[in-house]
């Protein structure tokens, strides 16, 4: 069994390990919350539990419906062991209705409903403000290679899929998301998270946020709504 090692990187929400096994890290889930570039910060006990444990859910729904990632085990209650790889710099963004950044950009309302969904690139770059870019952009900066490009946005489209039909059972509309994939062992592997923090999760009856738009908006009861998401994923058996 690893144990956890020497810290290797800290992130804004995440901290991850070396273990005493080559090709396993450990990766721990803070309690930290940041937005708008890390201008907004607060600590809120009990996020980083409930990320993992939503994380967890997800990424072992996925694996079931054949998209693996690399989530091995729990290993705490915040913690997680996981496959070692060097994260690609480009953040895969899916969207089913418009919100958040695109829906300013363009001038659609939020919540529009997008005919088909849409895929985003973004340059993972604190320095630039992770700005959004296209194949050419990432070809010329060298940040994945086509074939890589062509693995992520189709294994993020799966997703989509496969969490969308999931998440309406729970009585939840996905309206966005992020992922963000790494190089292991010669493939593209699903990687990093996938939680309130990096989902736009609504409320499919009332429209109530149940993600990090509680914290970006100053809404309120963000723990209460990641444990309802925990709750309602918990309750819906996988098919
Ligand atoms: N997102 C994320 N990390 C980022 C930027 C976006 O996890 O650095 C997620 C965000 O939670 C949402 C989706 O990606 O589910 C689309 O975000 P958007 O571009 O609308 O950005 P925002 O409104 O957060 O500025």
Same mark, same amino acid.
């Given at each position: ?7 290797? #990187? ?9 273990? @005493? ?21 607060? $600590?809120? *006990?009990?996020?980083? #539990? ?12 996925? !694996?079931?419906?054949?998209? *693996? ?13 996981? /496959?070692a790889g060097e994260i690609i710099p480009?953040? %895969?963004? %899916?969207?089913?209705?418009? +919100?958040?950044?695109?829906?300013? =950009? ?11 969904? %849409?895929?985003?690139? #973004? ?7 992770? *700005? ?23 294994? +993020? ?12 059972? +729970? ?11 790494a190089r292991s062992?010669? =493939? $593209?592997?699903? !990687?990093?998270?996938?939680? *309130?923090? @990096? ?5 499919? /009856?009332?429209?109530? &946020? ?5 914290? =970006? &908006? ?6 209460? +709504? #990641? ?13």
């Open positions: 069994m690893a144990t956890k090692g020497e810290l290797l #990187y800290e992130g804004k929400a995440k901290r991850l390990y070396h273990t @005493t096994e080559a090709g396993l890290y450990w990766m721990e889930f803070k309690d930290d919350a940041t937005a708008f570039d890390g201008a907004k910060k607060a $600590v809120i *006990p009990g996020k980083g #539990y409930y990320n993992a444990q939503i994380s967890a859910f997800l990424f072992e729904l996925l !694996s079931k419906k054949g998209i *693996p990632s690399h989530f091995i085990a729990m290993v705490g209650e915040r913690e997680m062991l996981v /496959q480009v953040e %895969v963004v %899916v969207r089913n209705l418009a +919100a958040g950044s695109m829906a300013k =950009r363009l001038g659609l309302a939020e919540g529009t409903a997008l005919k088909r969904p %849409v895929t985003e690139l #973004y340059y993972k770059s604190d320095a630039l403000h992770d *700005p959004l870019v296209n194949e050419d952009h990432v070809a010329v900066l060298d940040l994945a290679t086509a074939e890589e490009v062509a693995e992520m946005k189709e294994q +993020a489209l799966r997703v989509n899929g496969i969490l969308s039909r999931f998440l309406e059972r +729970a009585g939840i509309v996905l309206v966005d998301f992020k992922l963000e994939f062992r010669g =493939r $593209v592997l699903l !990687s990093d998270e996938i939680s *309130p923090d @990096t989902c736009r999760f609504w409320d499919a /009856q009332t429209g109530d &946020r149940l993600d990090k738009d509680r914290f =970006r &908006r100053d809404l309120g009861g963000l723990t209460e +709504a #990641y444990n309802e998401v925990l709750r309602r994923l918990q309750r819906v058996a996988v098919e």
